[in-house]
């Protein structure tokens, strides 16, 4: 290993680089060695292969010159295996993806800002075969004509809902957004007040309504819409009967809601189209698995409404896309608007939505090959079977600030399903000692997020929560790794 930091050798290349003129000691300083000698280690040959000669320079570079100022301020002058090192933790930091894994241990489960959904093996390898090779993404093989992408989940849609026809685009915002502009854009769109939803990330139903060029006709009150307000509301100008789901908001006590056919009749007996946004939108029967019960779009269907929109990655559990099922004319419709093309999914999206919906047309082993559902159906005992495997591990990563006591929580399915239903789920509860001081949990807090793999849990009634549900069982060893580097200070 050369010796890197020899007296001397750091007069011109760091000097122009560094822009730290050192009064204090400017003897120490100038013994760190000089850009290029650095550079020329060996040790950071492997680095530069993978990220470029620039881009270690420029790590280099700025180790030095945080050095320079730090030796200035007092500090001793590294030696260069230190110096290496800090330029390998620098590019490893620097090229991180931003879009890092972390655990979620908040509890929720369909989490939007964690990216909601994680997907089936099946999906996964449908999206790598997508990017690897050409497909048949908008071409008939069997003419050598274009196709048209919604082909490829029409036929399972309809199968799975019921519907005559389906279409698809970015994200269910994207689907209610084209929807309302195809088939109600300047003229009224009835909905009822309770259902004038605002979903996190700025989607408020009267904002969509504008943005599509729709008048809101809102009836009846917050808690109670009656048939006859519908009724009433309805006239010439009426392009639309809109129903939301609440989604992300209950609404209990002396209400009163009108059911999927009334509307659809009272929209039939008026010439104009019923439009349900269901939000979630389970496709099998979350009773069945024992959950609470979410409404289904093939439910809205049979009972008469005309179009209905749901989320890909929310309860689906499959990716980030909007659906829109319902009868041929209508989703005919809504396929010609110039706004369909501009939120058309990629064929990534395509090929985790088909997969997904294979799984469910499929009706086979649902809770092992969708996550979301083995998530949702995780059972207590067995979150907490995981919580024991872990507890001793991080108390001694925590201990003795803090006490790690296993107790029972109840997690949330998130994104706006079932707000007011909690699942049974059991937690590691941290909570500091005696003599720790204010702030203790939120700081315990921050550590756990400036792990290599952050931590994402929640604080509650004075203690920090971490959810295991889902904490996958084959993620268990690598969590356990990761709260070691806790324990350094
Ligand atoms: C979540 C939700 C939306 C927005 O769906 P995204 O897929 O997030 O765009 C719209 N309406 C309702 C009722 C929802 O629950």
Partial sequence: ???????????????????????SSPDAAARLPAVDRLLAAPQLNAVAAEHGTLQVKRAVQDVLAENRAAIVAGAAVPDSDTLIAQVRLRLSQVWASRLRPVFNLSGTVIHTNLGRALLAE?????VA?????YTALEYDVASGGRGDRDHIVEDLLRELTGAEAATVVNNNAAAVLLSLKALATRKEAIISRGELIEI????????IMKAAGCKLVE???????????????????????????????????????????????????????????????????????????????????????????????????GPQAGLIVGRADAIAKIKKDPLKRALRVSKLTM?????????YASGHRLEERLPTLALLTRRQADIRAACERIAGALKSAVAPSFSVAVEDCASQIGSGSLPAERLPSAALALRPGAKVSGRAIERLQDRLRALPTPVIGRIADGALWLDLRCLLPRDEAAFVENIRALMSP
């Fill in 1 to 23: 290993m050369p010796n890197l930091a020899l007296p001397g050798t750091g007069e011109s290349s760091e000097d122009k680089t560094g822009g730290l003129k050192s009064n």
């Fill in 200 to 207: 996190g990330g700025a989607f408020r139903m009267p904002d």
């Fill in 129 to 133: 075969t997508a990017m690897r090779t």
């Fill in 351 to 359: 090929a985790a939505l088909e997969a997904t919906l294979r799984i």
């Fill in 122 to 126: 099946e999906a996964i390898t449908a």
């Fill in 219 to 317: 009836v009846g009150t917050t808690n109670r819409t009656h048939a006859r307000d519908y009724e009433d509301a309805c006239g010439p100008k009426t392009g639309l009967i809109v129903k939301a789901h609440w989604s992300n908001y209950a609404i209990t006590g002396f209400i009163a809601t009108v059911d999927d056919a009334t509307l659809a009749r009272i929209a039939n007996a008026h010439g104009v189209p019923y439009m349900v946004d269901l939000g979630a939108g389970a496709l099998v029967d979350l009773a069945l698995h024992g959950l609470p019960k979410e409404p289904l779009p093939q439910e809205s269907l049979a009972a008469g409404a005309d179009v209905v929109t749901f989320s890909g990655d929310k309860l689906l559990g």
